[in-house]
T-cell receptor
Framework: TQLLEQSPQFLSIQEGENLTVYCNSS?????LQWYRQEPGEGPVLLVT?????EVKKLKRLTFQFGDARKDSSLHITAAQPGDTGLYLC????????????FGAGTQVVVTP | GAGVSQSPSNKVTEKGKDVELRCDPI?????LYWYRQSLGQGLEFLIY????????KSGLPSDRFSAERTGGSVSTLTIQRTQQEDSAVYLC?????????FGPGTRLTVT
């Protein structure tokens, strides 16, 4: 059983459409991170959120951390083929510092 | 600057053989992590080091798995008597703050 549940598992959209990926848990996290992984490479950090209710924007990407610090979402506006990749959320709990638990990931495919 | 490097990039081994995977972290990073990623799965936490000590070994799947880190730098993950279910990509990451910097991984195939 994954500590962090991501949905959907797979998302295929056309260039220019919007998409949202969700990351949910029953646990409270002191911080939550989003990574993007491309084939043959390690994940690359996109953002870290630490405050409940926090919203961060990175160009066309908007990240939100739930008020209770148990869930998060990633919204991409006007998706481009370069956004294709595996999106992973990772959380660290205050009682297990340093141990980042990852979700199973959402595979996003953006076609031209 | 140099990122996290891992070697080998690919390893094919026969069932029952031992393998060693190496990770060279970013210089100065005190924390080092090992994760395993199977096809279609997320990252499975294996172990992390703070300096040379491993506060949390709870993710190691069995006693066939061991890891060490020397000089606060290079780490090796050793799998003894490999089994087919050990086939996966083994990812290493290092960190100075909560930002994890990942290497490209070692793809292990056990035949």
């Amino acid at each position: 059983t994954q500590l962090l549940e991501q949905s959907p598992q797979f998302l295929s959209i056309q260039e220019g459409e919007n998409l949202t990926v969700y990351c949910n848990s029953s646990s409270v996290f002191s911080s939550l991170q989003w990574y993007r992984q491309e084939p043959g490479e390690g994940p690359v950090l996109l953002v870290t959120v630490v405050t409940g209710g926090e919203v961060k924007k990175l160009k066309r990407l908007t990240f939100q951390f739930g008020d209770a610090r148990k869930d998060s979402s990633l919204h991409i506006t006007a998706a481009q083929p370069g956004d294709t990749g595996l999106y992973l959320c990772a959380g660290a709990r205050s009682d297990s510092w340093g141990k980042f638990q990852f979700g199973a990931g959402t595979q996003v495919v953006v076609t031209p | 600057g140099a990122g996290v490097s891992q070697s080998p990039s690919n390893k094919v081994t026969e069932k029952g053989k031992d393998v060693e995977l190496r990770c060279d972290p970013i210089s100065g990073h005190t924390a080092l992590y090992w994760y395993r990623q199977s096809l279609g799965q997320g990252l499975e936490f294996l172990i992390y080091f703070q300096g040379n000590s491993a506060p949390d070994k709870s993710g190691l799947p069995s006693d066939r798995f061991s890891a060490e880190r020397t000089g606060g730098s290079v780490s090796t993950l050793t799998i003894q008597r490999t089994q087919q279910e050990d086939s996966a990509v083994y990812l290493c990451a290092s960190s100075l703050d909560p930002h994890l910097y990942f290497g490209p991984g070692t793809r292990l195939t056990v035949t």
